[in-house]
């Protein structure tokens, strides 16, 4: 699909079979499982219902997705692809109506749509609820999710097309997500980033959830809700003082990358239900911080590891089987959250275990870096072979998410 991507519009039907919509107590509706389904695999596959598709700033072609669209009731001012995907919309409206529906069911607020036809039965296309739904549920992306990941580009300097993925609108957000979104040109793909029993909801993060100090101010601002998964509720219910104490020792993690087995002896003592449960997005960083660190430094395969292994219990995985010094058979009982740092994780720990001499356990991560890739990358791993050869090259590496 990627090589398709490359064309403009990608020619493929939507695919939802796993996933149905469904009332969701006090959150309106949501998207579930009908079907158990294991990690990685297909949720659904969008095509969106509106998309307008810029080219990278800069380019010539950027000008075509904007124009500017005045609401002389609200002076609300819409410029750029929001624009861009009224007018879409509005002719897709009135040339197929059958398609209505299934748009004009988003998500619109407060809005109180009038009447959907006219008494002679034609239907009515209500400019004012399209913004609203626009405004809603329009969002930025990349042409493909896997050139804005492997690029050395920051997300604000190549996510120039947006759209508008009616069913993909249903899914609630929450810290702790068991589906991943992917892009590739018009198309979402939304893969299980963990096994999933059936009857359960699907969930993912409308905010990068690492970023502890915005999150709640961004869910609230955007979508006029707080997150209240068991990471920030956890947040909330835990003091000043301790939040320092935690806060203290993170920042001698920060500054000197040491693994001091009474340093996260401590850090442990400070939280209260077990990482598995609840994911510690704050420590995660700062171990991911020190793993590349010692990648990047003088290459310490001993803490590439340490940290690697520190970064993704952190997020709540769960791993056996690793003994550092001599090998073990590696087995992850439970996948914590997706966050995009998961491939480069797994790729650190390949490449340590390979330059210790222990492909089996080299094997393995390579295993879970694929799956990384397919399901927070990519989206498909067709083109795992090509991303992995150029990540010899270290071109993989380039793309080193900047964090505070
Ligand atoms: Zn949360």
Not at 2 to 13: N, T
Not at 64 to 71: C, D, M, P, S, V
Not at 277 to 283: A, K, S
Request: glycine share 8%; hydrophobic share 35%.
């Amino acid at each position: 699909m990627y090589r398709y991507a490359k064309l403009g519009p990608v020619d493929f039907a939507t695919y939802d079979t796993p996933v149905e919509v469904r009332q969701v107590e006090g959150k309106g509706r949501g998207l579930f499982t009908n079907k158990s389904v294991k990690c990685g695999e297909l949720l659904a596959c969008e095509k969106a219902f509106s998309y307008v598709c810029a080219s990278e700033k800069g380019s010539p072609d950027t000008s075509a997705a904007f124009g500017a669209l005045i609401n002389l009731t609200t002076n609300r001012v819409k410029i750029g692809t929001d624009a861009a995907h009224i007018s879409n919309v509005y002719q897709k409206l009135i040339d197929n109506p059958s398609r209505a529906h299934s748009f004009l069911d988003s998500y619109h607020g407060t809005y109180e749509p009038g009447p959907e036809t006219n008494e002679d039965g034609t239907p009515i296309v209500d400019s004012f609820l399209i913004e609203r739904i626009v405004s809603l549920n329009a969002f930025g992306c990349p042409v493909t999710s896997k050139d804005q990941e492997l690029s050395r580009k920051q997300a604000g300097e190549i996510s120039t097309s947006s759209g508008i993925w009616p069913l993909a609108a249903y899914i609630n957000h929450s810290c702790i997500a068991n589906c991943a979104r992917t892009f590739i040109g018009d198309m979402m793909i939304m893969r299980a980033t963990q096994d999933i029993p059936r009857n359960t909801e699907i969930t993912w993060c409308y905010h990068d959830p690492t970023n502890r100090v915005d999150l709640q101010k961004s869910l609230l601002e955007n979508w006029g809700f707080k997150c209240t998964c068991p990471v920030c509720t956890e947040e909330g219910f835990t003091g000043k003082d301790i939040k320092a104490q935690r806060n203290k020792y993170l920042a001698i993690l920060n500054s000197t990358h040491k693994a001091e087995d009474t340093l996260f002896g401590q850090l442990n003592q400070l939280y209260g239900p077990p990482a598995k449960e609840v994911p510690r997005f704050e420590v995660f960083l700062a171990c991911y911080k020190a793993a590349m660190y010692w990648l990047l430094s003088d290459f310490n395969l001993t803490l590439m590891l340490r940290f690697t292994k520190k970064a993704l219990e952190a997020l709540g995985f769960e791993i056996e089987g690793i003994n550092e010094s001599g090998g073990g058979k590696l087995v992850v009982r439970k996948r914590g959250a997706p966050v995009p740092e998961l491939p480069r994780l797994w790729q650190i720990s390949m490449m340590a275990w390979k330059a210790k001499g222990q492909f089996k356990l080299a094997e393995a991560a390579k295993k879970h870096l694929k799956m990384a890739y397919l399901v927070v990358v990519a989206g498909e791993d067709e083109t795992f072979k090509e991303d992995y050869d150029l990540t010899i090259k270290n071109a993989f590496l380039g793309g080193i998410r900047k964090k505070n």
